[in-house]
């Protein structure tokens, strides 16, 4: 039965945050990047003939995608905690952050998709919406689209190690999986959809070679569910969009660097696009940034609103600084 509230497992603690060093406008170049990026299921292909799909926006370039990441990085080139960067660090900093906090939005509307469906889930709906999220990066084709799951396995291989460091004990009876399983499910996702492409990101995660072989048939599994119980929702070419609401808290000083980012890059605006062009959806949904007071992401049915906390992406700044 589905809860009133899906949310991410405060499993990132807090740290000192990073303070707004000014942002440039050559930072909107980004929001096509990453709309573009994460279409969620835009090259669905025959699975969604009928009813025939919304055209899909024309796809950014690689140099585009990554021309707006470079500029996203220029931008914090004199901030005091990252000067010390060189243009290539600031680079994966950047990609780090945006891509695991774009993870985290794609995680959450993977619940809104199936409460607001009423889709079934077998298995634990928090796995399902894992798997929602890295196949939508996947689906996308594009390199920015890796980079997430790439960033986003880090991540969790990351917050595992630090957990160990500090102590913190596993909770086996979360709803969430293990940090490493998380990590490795999304590394099998993407070895099982795309062997020749990803090998190498297995292997460097020492996943064994039979597992990425059985990894295929999870991907197929994963891959045509969603197709299956998608279809119905997907948006006709004529059909009425609905208005998406988005909003961004402010960042109460402590995460005015994170509100301005996300602000900037538009990334609110084209996930919510994203979501209106493809399903159809029985009420409006919103999505929302903030400050919390805590590092947490959640889908709350009742009020129907995603929301991600600034939090979140200050930690994801932390764990970077700390395994460079």
């Known amino acids: 039965m589905l809860s009133s509230k899906s949310e991410i497992t405060p499993l990132m603690r807090s740290v000192p945050a990073v303070r707004d060093p000014g942002l440039p406008p050559s930072r909107r170049r980004t929001a096509r990047a990453l709309a573009l990026s994460l279409l969620l ?14 055209p899909a926006p024309k796809e950014a370039s690689r140099s585009q995608i990554q021309d707006g990441i470079v500029a996203a990085a ?13 243009d290539q660090d600031r680079v994966k900093f950047v990609e780090f952050v945006l891509g695991n906090t774009l993870y985290v939005l794609a995680h959450e509307a993977g619940h809104a998709v199936i409460s607001e469906m009423a889709l079934p889930v077998l298995g634990k709906e928090e796995d399902a919406a894992d798997s929602f999220a890295a196949l939508t ?3 996308s084709g594009r390199a920015f689209g890796d980079n997430v799951l790439i960033n986003s396995a880090r991540g969790w291989f990351y917050i595992d190690k630090r957990d160990a460091k500090d102590g913190v004990k596993m909770v086996f009876y979360d709803e969430h999986g293990i940090n490493t399983q998380r990590a490795y499910n999304i590394i099998c ?26 990894c295929q048939g999870d991907h197929s599994n994963a891959s045509w569910s969603w197709e299956k119980v998608l279809k ?3 948006r006709a070419a004529k059909a009425k969009t609905t208005k998406i609401k988005v909003t961004y808290g402010p960042g109460n000083g402590e995460y005015d660097v994170y509100a301005k980012v996300f602000q900037s890059v538009k990334m609110l605006e084209v996930v919510a696009g994203a979501l209106s ?11 929302e940034m903030k400050a919390c007071g805590s590092p947490n992401a959640e889908w ?15 930690e994801f700044a932390a764990l970077y600084a700390a395994n460079r």
Request: glycine letters at 6%; one cysteine or more.
């Open 189 to 214: 996702l993407m070895v099982g959809g795309e062997p020749e492409k990803f090998t190498a990101v297995a292997d460097e995660a020492k996943m064994p070679k039979e597992r990425q072989g059985t």
């Open 232 to 234: 119905p929702h997907i």
């Open 137 to 139: 990066a996947l689906r």
């Open 300 to 314: 709350n049915i009742p009020a129907k609103t995603i929301t991600v906390c600034y939090e979140i992406a200050s």
């Open 277 to 287: 062009d493809r399903f159809v959806w029985r009420a409006p949904i919103s999505l």
């Open 41 to 54: 299921f835009a090259s669905a292909g025959a699975a969604y003939a009928q009813p025939k799909p919304a």
């Open 74 to 86: 220029a931008g914090l080139k004199n901030h005091p905690k990252l000067k010390d960067l060189s």
